[in-house]
């Protein structure tokens, strides 16, 4: 269990726009900061919010190649790529990933696929980065993914789906947690923000 053990707020105004950043910071999981920005425009609407999410290439994915392939596509859509790392997952790192479905049936060997091999971790930042990251991702079976999406183009079997992402902002925050120290994600500044977000 977390507990919110401090919220700072900052807000600035630029070109007619409040842009408000708050940082929380959890106790008693591991969980990192979670930095979610907010920008309204003269008319009070938002306009803007930055998050987090988790995407994860698979043993399949590393064993192919596709690792090059999965970090462009997040790159061309404008992400912010602030962790990443090379991993072997431990049993029980996998299991606690997976811990949701462990009364699943195929919670077995789920757990012992992502054990057996590579797995290249990221944590993405942007603006609705999980809800989008999980549209170019695609279904879980390649089969029903759309052309375009990384399953669509890159997978056949739903056993061998190549990613992971992220299905919500709390999913996120817990799967970061569950796979990175706070000191691992980087807080950059993009110099081709300007060239993304109004």
């Not at 930095?35 to 987090?52: P, V």
């Amino acid at each position: 269990m977390a507990f919110v053990t401090g919220v700072s707020v900052n807000c600035t105004r630029t070109n007619g726009r409040s842009i408000c950043s708050s940082r929380t910071t959890f106790l008693g999981s591991g969980l990192p900061r979670v930095r979610l920005q907010t920008a309204r425009n003269s008319a009070g609407q938002t306009t803007m919010q930055m998050e987090r999410t988790f995407i994860a290439i698979k043993p399949d994915g590393t064993n192919r190649g596709l690792i090059g392939e999965i970090i462009a596509r997040f790159e061309k859509k404008g992400y912010k790529l602030v962790a990443m790392k090379a991993i072997k997952p431990s049993k029980e790192l996998a299991e606690t990933h997976y811990d949701a479905l462990k009364e699943k049936p195929f919670f077995g060997p789920l757990v012992e696929f992502i054990c057996s091999g590579l797995v290249i971790a990221m944590v993405w930042e942007g603006t609705g980065v999980v809800k989008t990251g999980r549209q170019m991702i695609g279904a879980t079976n390649p089969l029903e993914s759309a052309p375009g999406t990384i399953r669509g183009d890159l997978g056949i079997d739903v056993g061998r789906n190549v990613i992971h992402g992220s299905d919500a902002v709390e999913t996120a925050e817990r799967e970061i947690g569950i796979w990175f120290k706070p000191e691992e994600l980087v807080d950059w500044d993009q110099t081709v923000k300007q060239w993304i977000y109004e």
